[in-house]
């Protein structure tokens, strides 16, 4: 069985930084694409970042282009996301994911969710 699990949220002030990582456990971590989702409170989950089995092919939602950039860590079974110039609208719980085969930048197909980690970016 496939597990995945997030860690370095917490606190930071606007137009920070923080590294998000996510720990993969299980076999054939190069078999899945791997994802970012993030929910803020009343709001639905919705995409962040994508990244393909080699990590040749990355996705990213509109609101973090050009700030957010994902990886992934083939030895370390990882993926990270780096965030940047963050703003109080990138509050919410962040969530790792893994699709067996292709990445995509929607939630459905996504197999193996972790539990979260929370971000919240003060003003």
Known sequence: ???V???GGGLVQAGGSLR???AFSGQSFSAYGMGWFRQAPGKEREFVAAISWNGADTLYADSVTGRFSIF???GKNTVSLHMDNLNPEDTA???CAAKF???RAKLSGYE???RGTQVTVSS
């Open 1 to 3: 069985q496939v597990q």
């Open 5 to 7: 699990v997030e860690s």
């Open 20 to 22: 998000l990582s996510c």
């Open 72 to 74: 992934r860590d083939g």
């Open 93 to 95: 719980v962040y969530f």
């Open 101 to 103: 085969g292709r990445a």
């Open 112 to 114: 193996y969710w972790g």
